[in-house]
């Protein structure tokens, strides 16, 4: 899922302007939901539901059923992260999120959550270098900042 559109929106997250870094964001996160057309939206905002409403073991049947028919769909990995890490399956989330990297090497989300992960795992190195590789991305994320101070912190 390269193309000339991500590259210019890849740039955009790297400007001083707010805005555009804002709407490059936001573009990115449809795009990355879109990859699948509205079939893989759906299922999306069907395993979403779920996990917003408490039914762990639906959204994740949803999630791994949607990965068996769209193997390559990164988003899909990348939600099923969000639902381990939300269960505390720290190492199931970290698997997830090297899967979206794997797919999609630019997913600053997929960096975000693997050093959320690693961290939470206690390895607190490679978790410096996951938010250092979302930063690379999205340069201005002040979250990811602050977690490589905290991780530091614990080293």
Not at 56 to 77: G, I, V
């Amino acid at each position: 899922m390269k193309s000339s559109k991500i590259d210019q929106l890849l740039q955009e997250l790297k400007k001083t302007d707010q805005v555009a870094r804002q709407r490059a964001t936001s573009e990115l996160w449809q795009l990355w939901f879109g990859q699948k057309g509205e079939i893989g939206r759906e299922l999306l905002k069907r395993s979403q539901f779920f996990l917003e409403t408490g039914n762990w073991q639906k959204a994740e049947e949803l999630l791994t059923e949607t990965l068996k028919c769209y193997p390559d769909f990164a988003e899909a990995w990348n939600r099923r992260a969000v639902l381990y890490f939300s269960q505390e399956k720290y190492q199931q989330a970290k698997e997830d999120c090297e899967q979206v990297i794997r797919l999609m090497p630019y997913h600053f989300g997929a960096f975000h959550g693997l050093g959320l992960c690693l961290l939470a795992l206690g390895n607190y190195e490679k978790a410096i270098v996951a938010f250092r590789k979302a930063l690379e991305i999205q340069p201005h994320a002040l979250i990811n900042q602050k977690l490589i101070l905290e991780c530091t912190a614990l080293l």
